[in-house]
Structures are given as C-alpha cells and as structure tokens.
Nanobody, 122 residues
Framework: QVQLVASGGGLVQGGGSLRLSCAAS????????MGWYRQAPGKQRELVAD???????NYADSVKGRFTISRDYAKNTVYLQMNSLKPEDTAVYFC????????????????WGQGTQVTVSS
C-alpha cells in the first residue's frame, strides 16, 4: 500500500518562507512525477510545481522565481521551498506522485497526500 505524507505548512507573514515536504512510502516500484497542487477557498485546485524523474521542473507562472521544487530520489521525497510568500499563496497544498506500485497493473497512477494548510498574513 502506498502512502504520501505531507508536512511543513503553517502560518507565516507576507514575505516569509516555508518549506513543505512530502514523503512517499510503501510498496513502490517506480516514481515518475512528484509535485504540488494547491486549492484556495472557492477556487479550483491548481498545479504549483512538479518535477520529473529526470529532474525537469515545471512551475505555475504565479510562483516562478519564488518557489523551488526539489526531490530526494533515495527517500522518495519531494520538497517545496516557498520564499517571498504573498497572501494570495494562502491555500491547502496537496502533494502527489505519479507512480507504479509493486504488484500492481504496471501502469503509472496518481497518488495524493493529505493537504497541508499554508496561510500567509498581510
């Protein structure tokens, strides 16, 4: 069974920084993409950033230059360093991993972690 556990959210003043972590565990054969989405109240879930198995990164325009995604391949963990935070970054942040679980159908599927709240005060 595969599990993604996210941590690192909290309350921070505008201009501050937070670092989110998300570790995937369980019977994992292979991980392709890992990344982060966020959902603010009354809005749709949106991609924040993701990183491929080869290290290629992708960011939403709204976070480019402020957020950095990284990955520890040995630990199956993805990080999101968030700097220069703005009140509009306030949302629940969800991590995900596109992976193949051992003893499964050998296709990549998306797995999600629990959300972690990020609140940025003005």
């Amino acid at each position: 069974q595969v599990q993604l556990v996210a941590s690192g959210g909290g309350l921070v003043q505008g201009g501050g920084s937070l670092r989110l972590s998300c570790a995937a565990s369980g019977t994992i054969f292979s991980i392709n993409f890992m990344g982060w989405y966020r959902q603010a109240p009354g809005k749709q879930r949106e991609l924040v950033a993701d990183i491929s198995s080869g290290g290629t990164t992708n960011y939403a325009d709204s976070v480019k230059g402020r957020f950095t995604i990284s990955r520890d391949y040995a630990k199956n963990t993805v990080y999101l360093q968030m700097n220069s935070l703005k009140p509009e970054d306030t949302a629940v942040y969800f991590c995900y991993a596109q992976l193949i679980a051992q003893y499964s159908d050998s296709y990549y599927h998306d797995y999600w972690g629990q959300g972690t709240q990020v609140t940025v005060s003005s």
